[in-house]
């Protein structure tokens, strides 16, 4: 194996002028030993202390870093080169911070399956993620088995797709899995997101050719999978195919621009620009054109509904990102709050 067969690239080459370190790719990750793979082979890294003062801390799966020998069996990890994209989602709990979930990916493969799981909303928040991060999305369709109208759920994907590929696939009966095999380019690498139970280890499985990853038989109840993979990891398929499993996301929360929002909704981006303010916001202000599209039947009232729900979470990420924009969005709904106050006291006045 060579570093090329990992994924290195020009890219990742102009930032090794000047050092004696040498670049390895990060596989699995964990709090303060990661398993990496410098081209011959693969190994444990420890951090060096003074590292997790840089921003791009901790190296995430697909990081590539640079590293020097701490004795025969383990390295240790001085830099994390600049990261070409980022897969990244804002860190679940209270805190305002952000969780890289794979770097340096090519392709997200979007997995979600057919039964209860199915979400085009949620599909869209995946969409946003992808847009952010550089990378461009696949969006695949699992356990066709289990379904007698795969065309449905294909069509309400594809409308949200902007038409890149969607895939239906069945682990069981194999329908589908040449096709996605066609859609993967040797030398690439690809990460697998979705939610727990949608069969993202059985499909890894299966393009591997071999069982790499536990999986785990869905329930009898509801049809749902249950969670098996608690870690990322990347793999190196027999293909060259470098692709990156994680675990199911119980929830996908934004890290995001306005941008990346809009990117997701682009027949409703480009109606807006016919809409006579240029800061409309599409909802009941004179001359607006999305709404009138919408009238005419033109756009759908669900996707402009949940473009506004996106909007409101990134603004609120910016607001608690920068507190200068926090201040300034206290300052304005205070100054409302004083206007609706003056003018409800105008009226009580005899």
């Known amino acids: 194996m060579t570093l090329q067969s990992l994924g290195w690239s020009a890219f990742f080459e102009a930032h090794l002028e000047g050092t004696n370190l040498f670049p390895c790719r990060v596989v699995s990750e964990g709090t303060d030993l990661?398993?990496?793979?410098?081209?011959?082979?693969?190994?444990?890294?420890?951090?060096?202390?003074?590292?997790?003062?840089?921003?791009s801390f901790p190296p995430a799966v697909?990081?590539?870093?640079?590293?020097?020998r701490a004795d025969t069996k383990r390295y240790i990890i001085e830099g994390i080169l600049p990261r070409r994209t980022a897969m990244v989602r804002r860190q679940a709990g209270p805190?305002?911070?952000?969780?890289?979930?794979?770097?340096?990916?090519?392709?997200?493969?979007?997995?979600?399956?057919?039964?209860?799981?199915?979400?085009?909303?949620?599909?869209?928040?995946?969409l946003t993620l992808v847009w952010e991060s550089g990378a461009t999305p696949i969006i695949v369709?699992?356990?066709?088995?289990?379904?007698?109208?795969?065309?449905?759920?294909?069509?309400?994907?594809?409308?949200?797709?902007?038409?890149?590929?969607v895939v239906c696939v069945s682990s069981v009966s194999g329908e589908g899995i040449d096709e996605l095999r066609a859609?993967?380019?040797?030398?690439?690498t690809m990460v697998l997101l979705g939610s727990s139970g949608v069969g993202k280890s059985t499909l890894v499985n299966v393009l591997a050719g071999t069982e790499i990853r536990?999986?785990?038989t869905i329930r009898v109840d509801d049809g749902k999978g249950r969670h098996a993979t608690t870690d990322r990891h990347l793999f190196k398929l027999p293909s060259g195919v470098l692709l990156i499993d994680t675990p199911g996301l119980r929830e996908v929360q934004?890290?995001?621009t306005q941008d990346a929002v809009n990117d997701t909704f682009p027949e409703i981006s480009t109606m807006a620009e016919h809409c006579r303010f240029r800061d409309c916001q599409h909802a009941g202000e004179p001359g607006c054109a999305v709404v009138a599209a919408m009238d005419r039947g033109e756009i759908d009232a669900a996707r402009l509904a949940s473009l506004h729900r996106l909007r409101r979470e990134v603004e609120h990420l910016e607001r608690e990102r920068d507190p200068l924009a926090a201040s300034e969005h206290k300052r304005k709904l205070k100054a409302l709050f004083r206007a609706v106050e003056k003018?409800?006291?105008?009226?009580e006045k005899p």
Not at 40 to 53: D, S, Y
Not at 62 to 68: C, E, F
């Open 214 to 216: 536990e999986t785990k």
């Open 183 to 188: 859609l993967l380019v040797s030398g690439e």
């Open 34 to 55: 990661f398993l990496v793979h410098d081209g011959f082979r693969e190994t444990f890294a420890m951090i060096r202390g003074r590292l997790r003062e840089d921003p």
């Open 254 to 256: 934004l890290w995001a």
């Open 141 to 165: 369709l699992t356990k066709t088995d289990l379904v007698s109208d795969v065309e449905t759920f294909r069509r309400q994907a594809a409308g949200c797709a902007l038409g890149f590929p």
């Open 62 to 68: 697909g990081d590539w870093v640079l590293a020097q």
């Open 95 to 126: 805190m305002t911070s952000a969780q890289v979930l794979a770097a340096n990916v090519d392709r997200v493969l979007l997995v979600t399956s057919m039964n209860q799981d199915f979400s085009v909303r949620r599909l869209e928040r995946y």
């Open 343 to 347: 003018r409800y006291r105008q009226r």
